[in-house]
């Protein structure tokens, strides 16, 4: 899976750019502040429907203007082209897929599957727990077909539990959630433990060519007592949860640790290690999509050259081109030259807002 091009009107600094991609590698030049990370952020926000930059949805709409339009065509597994295209202004959000509207966003996943590190995000090392969370949802949506349905099934009753702790309700209204809880909730934490039993084996082989010498392993904590089934958990923290107003245990906590040579990298990794942590994470997540016969989308690469020497910067992309997935590098000057050995490579040039492609 591949986006072939983009049409971006009025997003960031970049007034219209009409862009047509590589389906292997695609490097984007230009200095500090040109709009290379808008770029990547127009294509993130093409895949995830909005920014990894900020929160507000209508802050990349550029100055003076009410919206932004981005329209994408993707190429799916089988050769078919689909069109993907979102418009966001002040008023709202109005998404179409294959020229037909979509009012739930759960519909567009999986038309681009996109993945990004950018000195712009803290990233899952040091975005916290909640991004972490974010990075284990993603990864199991695209390789367990009956997780997102058990994860919307327990957000909607945890939201619902919630409400009854804030407005006082009696302890039966509240506990009413709690089989729902339960039950969805046990099958999330058995899918994710399965799933990082198997991203470990692949964190390992990523590992040894990226920090070779170097132990690592992840540490999957799931959000109660180990010792404890999560109904029990939830009936003996309900009165603290009341005093609270909201649930304090359940898979809404769960966390993990990338522990290296069996200590925390949060603490004890510099930030180019935290860096090749992140990109290893992100590359066994990638190839475990790849033995599921799940098709791979864009990974974008941000400021790429930054606190990567030119070992490990050949290391990342010889890793993606081996999985066949579509990279978009940015970078002030150029990357590394392993770079030479991708077969599809398209160059682009960045200024003031402007998109040149480099022939």
């Known amino acids: 899976m591949s986006l072939l091009s983009l049409d971006v009107r009025d997003f960031r600094n970049i007034q219209t750019a009409n862009l047509q991609f590589s389906a292997g590698l695609n490097l984007i030049t230009g200095p500090n ?85 950018s000195g712009d995000t803290q990233g899952i090392l040091e975005g916290g727990p909640g991004c972490r969370r974010q990075a284990i949802d993603w990864g199991l949506f695209h390789v367990e077909h009956s997780y997102r349905e058990y994860w919307t099934r327990y957000m909607r009753a945890l939201r619902q539990r919630n409400a009854a702790l804030r407005s006082r309700l009696s302890r039966a209204q509240v506990q009413a959630w709690d089989s729902e809880l339960e039950f969805t909730g046990q099958e999330i934490h058995r899918l994710r433990q399965a799933y990082f039993e198997v991203l470990q084996t692949n964190l390992r082989v990523v590992m040894t060519e990226l920090l070779p010498g170097v132990s690592v392993v992840l540490q999957y904590r799931r959000g109660w007592p180990a010792d404890q089934q999560l109904a029990e958990t939830l009936y003996g923290s309900l009165d603290g949860d009341r005093n609270r107003g909201y ?78 997935a579509q990279v978009f590098v940015t970078a002030i000057e150029g990357i590394s030259t392993e770079c030479i050995a991708w077969e599809e490579i398209q160059r682009f040039h960045v200024e003031r807002g402007k998109i040149q492609e480099v022939v």
């Open 33 to 117: 502040a040109a709009g290379k990370t808008s770029l990547l952020e127009a294509i993130y926000c093409l895949g995830r429907v909005r920014s990894f930059r900020t929160v507000n949805a209508i802050e990349p709409v550029h100055y003076g203007k009410n919206a932004y339009c981005l329209v994408g065509n993707v190429q799916q597994p089988q050769g078919r082209v689909v069109t993907v295209g979102i418009e966001r202004s002040g008023t709202g959000l109005r998404v179409h897929l294959d020229g037909r509207p979509i009012s739930r966003l759960s519909e567009l996943a999986g038309a681009l599957p996109v993945q990004i590190l």
């Open 247 to 324: 649930t304090r245990y359940g898979i809404q906590r769960a966390d993990f640790k990338i522990m290296v040579d069996e200590r925390d990298s949060l603490s004890h990794c510099s930030r180019g290690q935290k860096k090749v942590l992140t990109v290893g994470y992100m590359l066994a997540q990638l190839a475990l999509q790849q033995e599921r016969n799940v098709v791979l989308g864009a990974f974008l690469l941000d400021d790429f050259a930054s606190e990567l020497d030119d070992e490990h910067q050949a290391c990342v992309l010889s890793a993606l081109r081996q999985l066949q």
